[in-house]
């Protein structure tokens, strides 16, 4: 039976040798070099942040509709579509816009500091221009002059109005998302040519139309702008753009936020080593998410291609630094972790002298006494002869 002392004196030996061993298992320049690796990174995501954030009119939503990936049709569903969310004639003002122009209201009586006569005056102008917008959009919108290819080849001006236009555009967009999903390949033959011209007259119907959007919404900025006083005129412009409430908020809006500012906290505590490790998992988290929506595929762009194998490679840098503690050889974690006094607890308590027990010896164990026996006589076999 092992001696009750001997347990707790190997216990604490093993994990002083642990300690000792964790400690000279990687070489100092292999340290600094992972921390470089750490704070390039670091830099890298904090910028991108900060140039977002400096940015008011930035969206993500031109880098997820042309997702190609394996979750771009997640994506697709997630965010929907800014413009033709703006201009689906439904039962009154589309949602998406009417929530946007309610947000401005808020805003500019909040920033105006309207009294309560104003107030009254500038929500009948706005529900004025909720009504005219509604009108116009089952009318079928604004004409407009867009050019238009015949079957023989020739181009010719045609007045097309808002509602025919907005037809067209999600025809394209249709054909758009046919050809990533089904034809692209690196035997796609002529499907990029195509795909280029779709999203060249794409992208022209989709300016058409968010400038029918801005023109309902300078209508209702001239309407309101009309029941302030003059000392009122005089006040600094109402900044834009005007966000939402958070619980007005649509999916697009919350990546936009949560995009800008993960970057940002993200690139901080990469930077002065706090919180290193879930910071490293939360950027190449990230990474994942936009590699996932446009991959480096071999059809795409070669400029498209080199992003996607960036992504990658500092999505696997991220990977492997959350395997070190990079953070406490420099940074914020080093410095919680020498002030924590448990850590002092454990480390005297593993290196505090203990005394052995000896072993005692083990008796030898008695042999069991032999009575003498008499030899076994095997009687002779009779003879014949006897």
Same mark, same amino acid.
Request: hydrophobic share 45%.
């Given at each position: 039976m092992r001696p009750e002392g001997l347990g707790r004196y190997?216990?604490? *030996?093993?994990?002083?040798?642990? #300690? @000792?061993?964790?400690?000279?298992?990687?070489?100092?320049?292999? !340290?600094?070099?992972?921390?470089?690796? !750490?704070?390039?990174?670091?830099?890298?995501?904090l910028f991108a942040g900060r140039e977002k954030l400096d940015t008011p009119n930035w969206t993500s939503e031109p880098y997820l509709r042309g997702a190609v990936g394996p979750a771009a049709g997640c994506y697709r569903g997630l965010i929907g579509d800014s413009v033709t969310d703006r201009l689906t004639p439904g039962d009154g003002l589309p949602p998406e816009l009417r929530k946007d122009w309610q947000a401005y209201l808020d805003a500019f009586i909040s920033h105006y500091q309207l009294d309560e006569e104003q107030k009254q005056l500038a929500q009948t102008k706005f529900d004025q221009r909720v009504s005219a917008t509604a009108s116009w959009l089952s009318q079928g919108g604004t004409e407009r002059k867009v050019k238009k290819v015949l079957a023989n080849g020739s181009t010719v001006e045609m007045e097309v109005r808002t509602e025919s236009r907005l037809r067209e555009y999600l025809d394209k967009r249709q054909q758009i998302w046919d050809i990533q999903d089904k034809e692209l390949s690196v035997f796609s033959g002529g499907a990029p040519a195509r795909l280029g011209i779709l999203k060249g007259d794409a992208d022209r119907l989709r300016t058409d139309l968010r400038a029918d959007i801005d023109e309902q919404t300078a209508e209702l900025k001239k309407a309101l702008a009309s029941v302030l006083t003059s *000392?009122? @005129?005089?006040? *600094?412009? $109402?900044? *834009?753009?005007? @966000?939402? !409430?958070?619980?007005?908020?649509?999916? +697009? @809006?919350? #990546?936009?936020? %949560?995009? !800008?500012?993960?970057?940002?906290? #993200?690139?901080?505590? +990469?930077? +002065?080593? $706090?919180?290193?490790? +879930?910071?490293? %998992?939360? /950027?190449? /988290?990230? $990474? $994942?998410l936009v590699v996932a929506a446009i991959p480096p595929l071999l059809w795409l762009s070669p400029d498209i291609q080199m992003d996607g194998y960036k992504n990658i490679l500092e999505m696997l840098a991220l990977f492997a630094l959350a395997t070190t503690r990079s953070g406490r050889w420099f940074g914020v974690d080093g410095l919680i972790q020498f002030l924590n006094p448990f850590r002092w607890r454990r480390r005297a308590a593993a290196e505090a002298p203990v005394e052995r027990t000896p072993t005692p010896h083990a008796q030898p164990r008695p042999q069991p006494t032999t009575r003498p026996t008499a030899t076994a006589t095997t009687p002779k076999p009779r003879s014949w002869r006897d």
């Open positions: 190997k216990g604490r *030996e093993t994990q002083a040798r642990l #300690i @000792q061993t964790s400690k000279n298992t990687m070489h100092w320049s292999t !340290r600094v070099f992972l921390v470089l690796l !750490r704070l390039v990174i670091g830099w890298h995501f *000392e009122q @005129q005089k006040m *600094e412009p $109402l900044p *834009e753009p005007v @966000q939402r !409430r958070w619980s007005e908020r649509n999916p +697009l @809006q919350w #990546i936009d936020w %949560l995009t !800008r500012w993960g970057l940002t906290v #993200i690139g901080a505590c +990469l930077l +002065l080593g $706090l919180l290193t490790r +879930l910071a490293c %998992l939360g /950027g190449a /988290g990230f $990474l $994942l």
